[in-house]
């Protein structure tokens, strides 16, 4: 078991991290046929206890997330995906730092009908 020292902090090694996290989802009708109904809507939290510790204190961290899901393509099961994260990690005791981020995320979801073999009658 090796550990480093850095200006008299001692970083162990990897621990168990454990993550807890809740989210919501709201849409208004999934089997509309206005593009407006099908919009969905998401809010998230998320903490961690840390996979490192400093000192014998791990450094754990949270963050909250919000987002929305629009439907794209042709049957509108496809969504462009579009979240906003604003979250911190670390502490600002035992000269530590805190690191406090905000991520923007797009994505693509792609849940159309890709490789079924068509019939003709």
């Known amino acids: ?3 480093r020292t850095m200006a008299n902090k001692q970083i162990d090694r990897a621990k168990n991290q454990s ?11 999934s089997d509309s ?4 109904d099908r919009i969905q809507y998401r809010l998230g939290y998320n903490y961690d206890t840390g996979y490192l510790s400093m000192n014998g204190t791990k450094i754990d961290g ?6 929305i899901g629009l439907p ?10 579009l979240s906003y994260s604003y979250g911190s990690q670390g502490q600002i005791q035992n000269i530590m730092i ?8 797009l994505n ?6 890709w490789f ?3 019939r003709i009658n």
């Open 1 to 3: 078991m090796s550990e």
């Open 19 to 29: 993550i807890y996290a809740v989210g919501l989802e709201y849409e208004k009708n």
């Open 33 to 36: 046929f206005k593009y407006v």
């Open 62 to 67: 949270y963050s909250f997330t919000a987002g």
């Open 72 to 81: 794209v393509g042709q049957g509108w099961k496809s969504r462009l995906n």
């Open 98 to 105: 805190r690191e406090n981020f905000h991520l923007v995320t």
């Open 108 to 113: 693509l979801g792609l849940k159309d009908v």
């Open 116 to 118: 079924q073999k068509r």
